[in-house]
């Protein structure tokens, strides 16, 4: 009974995935010049402009406006654009991993409801946002 609920969980999960997904992407196709969202393809172009205005010793306005909003942490093997600012770190998600960690969030929290879950991923992440 309990391998049937589990696989029923799994496979609601990957329904809500979907659906949340495509809602994400619908969404930015109205609104593309923000970066509370960033769709993986947005994510990689924006993460190359990074390192590119980094390396580079001509800057742009745009590699400027760039190197002021973003930066790269390196952990390993692992890339993140960061917020550019002292203090604790704050990382970009891509839309594709944003439901993994709202998901995850409310588990943590208990399933307490939008503010305590808002205010649990709002410590590490900048995309999380009331709507």
Do not use: C
Not at 89 to 94: S, T
């Amino acid at each position: 009974m309990a391998e049937f609920s589990t696989s029923s969980r799994q496979v609601d999960q990957k329904q809500w995935r979907e659906k949340f997904l495509a809602e994400i992407s619908k969404s930015e196709m109205k609104r593309s010049s923000h970066f509370n969202v960033i769709l993986s393809d947005n994510y990689s172009k924006l993460f190359e402009q990074v390192e590119d205005a980094e390396k580079s010793e001509k800057r742009t306005p745009l590699k400027q406006r760039r190197l002021k909003r973003f930066g790269v942490l390196i952990l390993g093997d692992i890339k993140k654009l960061i917020v550019r600012r002292e203090g604790s770190i704050k990382y970009y998600l891509q839309a594709d991993e944003l439901y993994d960690v709202i998901d995850a969030a409310h588990v943590a929290v208990g399933r307490d409801g939008r503010d305590r879950m808002l205010a649990e991923t709002s410590k590490n992440m900048l995309t999380s946002q009331k709507k």
